[in-house]
Protein backbone atom coordinates (compact mmCIF):
# COMPACT_ATOMS: atom_id res chain seq x y z
CA UNK A 1 0.00 0.00 0.00
CA UNK A 2 2.61 2.49 1.25
CA UNK A 3 5.57 0.67 -1.30
CA UNK A 4 5.25 3.30 -3.65
CA UNK A 5 5.22 6.94 -1.37
CA UNK A 6 8.75 5.18 0.57
CA UNK A 7 10.45 4.52 -3.01
CA UNK A 8 9.91 8.21 -4.32
CA UNK A 9 10.66 10.10 -1.37
CA UNK A 10 12.90 10.35 1.49
CA UNK A 11 13.51 12.63 4.40
CA UNK A 12 16.21 16.09 4.48
CA UNK A 13 18.86 15.10 6.94
CA UNK A 14 18.80 18.70 7.87
CA UNK A 15 15.05 19.18 8.49
CA UNK A 16 12.92 15.94 8.44
CA UNK A 17 11.07 17.24 5.79
CA UNK A 18 9.93 14.43 2.95
CA UNK A 19 11.23 15.13 -0.19
CA UNK A 20 11.13 13.83 -3.40
CA UNK A 21 14.32 11.92 -4.69
CA UNK A 22 13.66 13.43 -7.58
CA UNK A 23 13.94 16.88 -5.93
CA UNK A 24 16.53 15.97 -3.10
CA UNK A 25 19.70 17.97 -4.48
CA UNK A 26 17.61 21.16 -5.60
CA UNK A 27 15.64 20.67 -1.61
CA UNK A 28 16.23 23.97 0.49
CA UNK A 29 15.25 23.97 4.54
CA UNK A 30 12.80 26.60 5.66
CA UNK A 31 14.55 27.94 8.73
CA UNK A 32 11.84 27.24 10.88
CA UNK A 33 11.29 23.85 10.26
CA UNK A 34 14.67 23.33 10.24
CA UNK A 35 15.01 24.71 13.69
CA UNK A 36 11.96 23.18 15.09
CA UNK A 37 13.57 19.35 13.82
CA UNK A 38 16.87 20.22 15.62
CA UNK A 39 15.33 21.01 18.42
CA UNK A 40 13.64 17.59 18.81
CA UNK A 41 16.64 16.08 17.76
CA UNK A 42 18.16 17.22 20.92
CA UNK A 43 15.35 17.34 23.72
CA UNK A 44 16.62 15.51 25.56
CA UNK A 45 19.81 17.45 26.16
CA UNK A 46 17.70 20.11 26.32
CA UNK A 47 15.92 18.42 29.23
CA UNK A 48 18.38 18.12 31.12
CA UNK A 49 20.24 21.49 31.13
CA UNK A 50 17.87 22.79 33.86
CA UNK A 51 18.43 19.38 35.92
CA UNK A 52 22.51 20.51 35.50
CA UNK A 53 22.01 24.24 35.83
CA UNK A 54 20.01 23.38 39.51
CA UNK A 55 22.38 20.91 40.28
CA UNK A 56 25.23 23.60 39.60
CA UNK A 57 23.68 26.43 41.45
CA UNK A 58 22.72 23.65 44.44
CA UNK A 59 26.74 22.94 44.74
CA UNK A 60 29.56 25.07 46.70
CA UNK A 61 31.00 26.90 43.80
CA UNK A 62 27.61 27.43 42.36
CA UNK A 63 26.09 29.25 45.77
CA UNK A 64 29.48 31.28 45.95
CA UNK A 65 28.97 32.35 41.96
CA UNK A 66 25.59 33.35 42.51
CA UNK A 67 26.25 35.56 45.40
CA UNK A 68 29.41 37.03 43.93
CA UNK A 69 27.18 37.94 40.79
CA UNK A 70 24.42 39.67 43.03
CA UNK A 71 27.35 41.46 45.04
CA UNK A 72 28.71 42.77 41.77
CA UNK A 73 25.70 43.59 40.45
CA UNK A 74 24.62 45.86 43.95
CA UNK A 75 27.84 47.69 43.63
CA UNK A 76 27.68 48.07 39.89
Do not use: N
Not at 11 to 23: F, R
Not at 63 to 76: D, I, P, Q, V
Request: proline share 4%; net charge negative; charged share 35%.
Amino acid sequence: MFGGFALRFVPCEDCGASVAKSEYEAHVCEPGRRLEYQMTQHRTDIAGVEDEIRTYFDSPKGRFEAWYAERKRRLG
